[in-house]
């Protein structure tokens, strides 16, 4: 049975044992429910059986049975929650160890680079390309941006609007800098 990463734990929050976690699922409300156990990479430090959660400025904290103060919350941090890949309902949901690798194209096949990550934000996913410029491109992993993922192919069609694949160019420093004496 494959799994996936659901969320990453983060610092911990407060003196009650919370912690703050990078959510990687489109069901957290679903997902993290009080009496849940989660499976853990790395497999030693787990299982972690979820005591309660809370959302705080827009950040999830979770609660664990096995943390109940804030010295052993810390001590979880970097830890990854794990789910049974197909208990996910989540049908369009893509992971990052899915995509890692796959080749990043405009529609007429000029080369963006290839996916190196895939962040999660709150309000859309971020794309990570490796670009072929040298630096990384952030591109929303929206389907009007990124309309075709081909897992055959192992390639992703994106079509960007003017100027966002410059935005992570780095700036260009003259050559020749006159110091000042």
């Excluded at 059986?49 to 950040?59: E, P």
Aim: aromatic share 4%.
């Amino acid at each position: 049975m494959d799994e996936v990463v659901v969320a990453r734990i983060g610092k911990a929050h407060g003196l009650k044992g919370e912690v703050t976690v990078q959510v990687h699922t489109d069901s957290p409300e679903e997902r993290f429910v009080a009496g849940a156990a989660f499976v853990t990479d790395p497999a030693h430090r787990g299982p972690l059986t979820l005591r309660s959660t809370r959302v705080h400025n827009g950040i999830y904290l979770l609660a664990f049975e096995e943390a109940p103060d804030r010295t052993a919350a810390e001590g979880l941090r970097g830890i990854n929650l794990l789910a049974a890949a197909d208990e996910l309902v989540e049908d369009d949901a893509w992971y990052e160890e899915d995509l890692l690798g796959f080749g990043v194209v405009l529609e007429d096949g000029t080369a963006v680079g290839t996916v190196k990550g895939l962040e999660s934000r709150e309000v859309q996913d971020l794309l990570v390309v490796d670009g072929v410029d040298g630096y990384d491109v952030l591109l929303p992993f929206v389907e009007e941006i990124v309309p075709e993922v081909d897992e055959d192919e192992r390639r992703i069609v994106v079509t960007p609007p003017p100027g966002l694949l410059e935005l992570g160019r780095p700036s260009e420093a003259p050559d020749d800098v006159a110091e000042e004496a």
